[in-house]
């Protein structure tokens, strides 16, 4: 349609066909001596129309590419930050109509509340064990399964399925695993005399069954893209570590872990925004008990919109979880960013 | 045998020795699944685990699924993938083309506004956009599953990476034999792109099709909800006692994904790779 446009302007000035860049201005030039006085204004006012055009299209493409983009990013990423910082404001249940601007309210509740405090401190927990354990492990595992041996696309293939597992179902699969009378796992944890404790009803192991199904089902994922990592480092590096005589050890610390830096720092990030989205595990597993020892962050904004309806506090709380993110993400950026290394 | 090649041999078992127990480990749950999806209800509550079939109670899947409407929600989240995969893959061409071969002020900026994207998921925002959804009354529709995914800054970043090593001299080419934005995009660029589109469209499908959260909180019956909802909803009505049947719904849920990913694994690990970062 742009093509199409730049054809009117094209013709509708009258230039020499022939020539590969239109040119107004020359083309009204080169005639203006044979030319009758308004034939020249008439070339003048459509030179003036197609420099219209063209600047239209220039600003235009863009604006009509982007713009079915950017109109969805604003609808449903960027405004609702605002309404919801807007909201914050509010006392509202969304059962009665009118919601009365109550200031600072909401987030003077939520400082004094012991179950927000809770409710962050268990996210806490979630983030400081899970990420390090789902990182170290899946770059163990890429590191295996990057060397070339037969079966190897086995392992890749069996620590892989996960992900493809919706996570419904994977917790669903675990409530069964961990079932304290007839599931497996309790089974054999007493047939080695370990103890065997009642995992999602205990105010101790609840948290660790939740972060164990998150990393049965994330690793996978993290350990591709580690070796997505590993497969970008050129053969090279290693064949001059080797000749400097370094160990598996040292070349691991001197090529590889830095050389992974750059994939270290994106998936530290991912790792870090997928804490603030856990949800659907707390939901089927634990919803959020025993004593609201599961209740994280998403789970309980869920409980208070739509369990309680209060909008208001639910919005105030939304804010909270961005501003937390932005800033952990902005902080662990800052200081991996200097540490990165690119090749 | 040489001393080199022992110790190669050797390495190759330790190899073997450190994976096998963790493959076994991450095999489990998948085969305990399977194995109680086919179980008799008398065989389940067995106090020691049994790991291998000694029935074969097919009936356990009929009667799963005779209790609960699961192939409407199979229907439904055929819909609903394909919907926001069709329009993610349309906008994020356009957008990743302007960003990447369009010289307009302020390209740089707006990458960061899709880049951004990447740290608001629809986890931190639910509450918002749910008052947007009753506003625009859709809710209980599956239109309202789609809609906030349609734009993808992770998809528009990945393509612009892949448009922008596409060398300029191509387009010149295009220029001069009269081709316009959309020509130019669809005859050169895409098919160009293939391996990218294919790799962020895996994911993307993977993603969409295993989402929980947000069809959760927009939907209510269960005309509109897709798969993964459906076995929540039907957790909740068995109240978790008849765990062979509960396991046949988990069976029937995670089995599409699964058994494209067995027919299709290079494909898939190949996509997934793609979209690691690279250099």
Known sequence: MFHENFQVGYFGCGVDPGGLVPCPGRGGAVRAPAARLDTQAETILAGAVWSRLTRLTRIGAPVAFLAPSLIFLLAFTYWPILHAFFLGFFRWNINTPNRVFAGLANYRELLLEPLFRQVLLNNIYYGLLAIPVAMAIALFLAIQVNKRFAGCTWYRTIFFYPTMIPMVAAAMIWVWMLNPGYGPVNYYLKMLGLPAPEWLYSMEWAMPAIIMVSLWKHIGYFMIIYLAGLQNIPDDLYEAAALEGAGPWVRFRVVTWPCLSPTTYFLFIIAIITTFQVFDQVYIMTQGGPANRTNVLVYYIYQNAFQFWDMGKASALTTVQIVLLFCLVWGASRVLRMRVHYQ | ?279
């Not at chain 2, 330790?14 to 065989?43: C, D, F, G, N, Y």
Request: include cysteine; hydrophobic fraction near 55%; glycine fraction near 6%.
């Open chain 2, 1 to 279: 045998m040489t001393s080199l090649g022992w110790r190669r041999s050797v390495g190759g078992w330790a190899v073997h020795l450190i994976l096998a127990p963790i493959a076994v480990l991450m095999v489990a749950p998948l085969w305990w699944m399977a194995i109680t999806s086919i179980k008799p209800r008398q065989e389940v509550f067995s106090p020691i685990p049994q790991w291998l079939p000694r029935f074969f109670h097919w009936q356990n899947f009929t009667e799963a699924l005779s209790r609960a409407p699961f192939l409407v929600y199979l229907w439904n989240s055929v819909v609903i993938t394909a919907g926001t995969l069709a329009g993610q893959l349309v906008l994020i061409t356009l957008a990743a083309y302007a960003l990447a071969r369009l010289r307009f002020r302020g390209s740089e900026g707006l990458l960061y506004v899709f880049i951004l994207q990447l740290l608001v998921p629809i986890q931190a925002t639910f509450v918002p956009n749910y008052l947007t959804m009753h506003k625009l009354d859709l809710l209980d529709t599956r239109l309202a599953i789609i809609l906030p995914f349609l734009a993808s800054g992770y998809g528009t970043f990945l393509l612009c990476q892949t448009f922008k090593q596409i060398p300029q001299e191509l387009e010149d080419a295009a220029r001069i034999d009269g081709c316009g934005h959309l020509r130019f995009l669809w005859h050169v660029l895409l098919p160009l792109a293939r391996p990218t589109l294919i790799a962020f469209g895996l994911i993307s499908f993977v993603f969409r099709w295993n989402d929980y959260f947000w069809p959760l909180i927009v939907t209510d019956s269960p005309a509109v909800r897709p798969l993964p909802i459906g076995l929540g909803m039907f957790v909740q009505q068995e109240s978790g006692a008849d765990w062979n049947l509960l396991m046949a719904a988990t069976v029937f849920v995670s089995a599409p994904l699964l058994l494209l990913f067995v027919v299709f694994q290079r494909f898939f690990t190949q996509g997934f790779l793609g979209s690691g970062l690279k250099g």
